[in-house]
């Protein structure tokens, strides 16, 4: 499967067949975005050009198809407790168009409230009346995505809920 070069593995190249049934593979597993699916599959062979004729056509098949990854990834992002700032980023790396992620993010979510859950078990373990504290909420959540709006509404929301 790999061969060995001068300490270093490299893929064995795949014939167009292959490839193409390396590439059906990987996407019955998840979803993959094109650019992650050029990444995986490039070291594999050397036409480029076959590869990009490839993943065109995976697209009109239906099988590959960046707006259905968009979807898919938010969704599992937002159930892990992460913001729309840390989101868009990591799409962005995965090689997703600016114009894709922001109709994807068209759908209505409280980002405000989702800042609230997300950091409510942190702060339980926290005295955010303390300086120190209240910052480390902030960390917390700011390095999660959320944005300073959001943080605010978080830390002022469990405190009115903490003195009640």
């Known amino acids: 499967m790999y061969k060995n070069t001068s300490g270093f ?3 064995t190249e795949l ?9 059906i593979n990987l996407l019955s597993r998840r979803e993959y975005s094109r650019h ?3 990444q995986k599959l490039i070291a594999r062979t050397s036409s480029e050009t076959y590869l990009l004729q490839l993943l065109d ?3 009109q098949a239906g099988y590959q198809s ?7 990834f938010i969704r599992s992002r937002i159930n892990r407790g992460l913001g729309q ?3 868009e980023r990591e799409l962005k790396e995965k090689g997703i168009d600016q114009d894709l992620i922001e109709q994807s993010f068209a759908v209505e979510i409280d980002w405000f409230e989702l800042a609230y859950e997300c950091g409510l078990r942190k702060f339980r373990s926290l005295d955010l009346g303390d300086y120190k504290e209240k910052q480390k909420a902030f960390r917390y959540l700011a390095y999660r995505g959320f944005s300073m709006d959001q ?13 009640s």
């Open 15 to 23: 014939s167009e067949s292959e490839l193409r049934v390396a590439a």
């Open 36 to 38: 992650e699916l050029y």
């Open 9 to 11: 593995f490299k893929p």
């Open 151 to 163: 943080i605010h509404f978080a830390v002022e929301h469990y405190l009115e809920l903490q003195k």
């Open 85 to 87: 700032m840390r989101i």
């Open 57 to 59: 056509r995976l697209v």
């Open 66 to 72: 960046d707006q259905r990854f968009t979807e898919s």
